[in-house]
């Protein structure tokens, strides 16, 4: 990679790391999750969305690609992770739905309760995480083994649990009042960071390595390569 991609780079780690941190800073009672959404999430996800842009016009294929596969490997993850979350709260698992929770924080709507906009919203912010976390990997880490993704993916999860955004759902540090809770998150990261690590593997071009490796391999990979910035989607 170029510097000028290392750079940029460096700049889609910024925003990325941003939207993950909103819901613990809530919890931890810094500010409403309603405010930051307004003040800080909206802007950091638009702010995103012209670096991507930007990114394309300047023909950076190689941090391309890694932007756009961590993004799909990302959301395809949280999918994943979803199915963990959702049977694990059929049968009592957890001591909520999260993405209610998120919604109606993120609306205010903590003393009305969930409706279709905050829950839209709560789902919204939760695979915008992921596809995040997804990004966060796959630009900063570049071309890994599976297992990268699966040690990932669990140790998201057990920061999530040392959080006080746990604390606070009223189950102790870690959930250690509920142990089904821990299970199910830590099973939930397990599976996230497998299916992020599979797809990562297999969308990253060649000699895609570490952002802060000296820059040229990954730009004379892509060279080679003849392919497109397009990324993974010009695999599936």
Not at 63 to 81: C, D, E, I, P, Q
Request: with cysteine.
């Amino acid at each position: 990679m170029t510097r000028s991609e290392q750079v940029t780079g460096l700049f889609f780690l910024l925003f990325a790391s941003i939207p993950p941190l909103i819901y613990p800073v809530a919890q931890a009672g810094y500010a409403s999750m309603a405010d930051l959404g307004i003040r800080v999430l909206l802007p950091s996800v638009v702010f995103f969305l012209l670096l991507v842009v930007r990114t394309e016009f300047l023909g950076m294929d190689a941090l391309m690609n890694r932007v756009l596969a961590g993004a799909g490997a990302g959301l395809l993850a949280t999918s994943g992770l979803e199915i963990v979350r959702s049977i694990s709260f059929h049968f009592g698992g957890m001591p909520g739905s999260l993405p209610e929770l998120l919604g109606v924080l993120l609306t205010g709507r903590i003393m009305e309760g969930p409706d279709g906009l905050s829950d839209l919203a709560g789902y919204a912010y939760h695979y915008w995480n992921g596809l995040c976390f997804g990004v966060i990997y796959c630009v900063l880490l570049g071309r890994r083994l599976p297992l990268w993704g699966v040690i990932y993916g669990v140790v998201i999860g057990v920061i999530f649990l040392a959080s006080q955004a746990v604390s606070a759902m009223g189950i102790g540090f870690m959930g250690r009042e509920m142990p089904s809770m821990p299970m199910t998150v830590i099973l939930a990261h397990l599976v996230f960071g497998t299916i992020l690590g599979v797809l990562a593997r297999r969308w990253l071009w060649k000699d895609q390595g570490f952002l802060l490796a000296p820059p040229g391999g990954g730009e004379k990979a892509v060279k080679r390569s003849g392919k497109t910035s397009l990324g993974p989607w010009t695999d599936l």
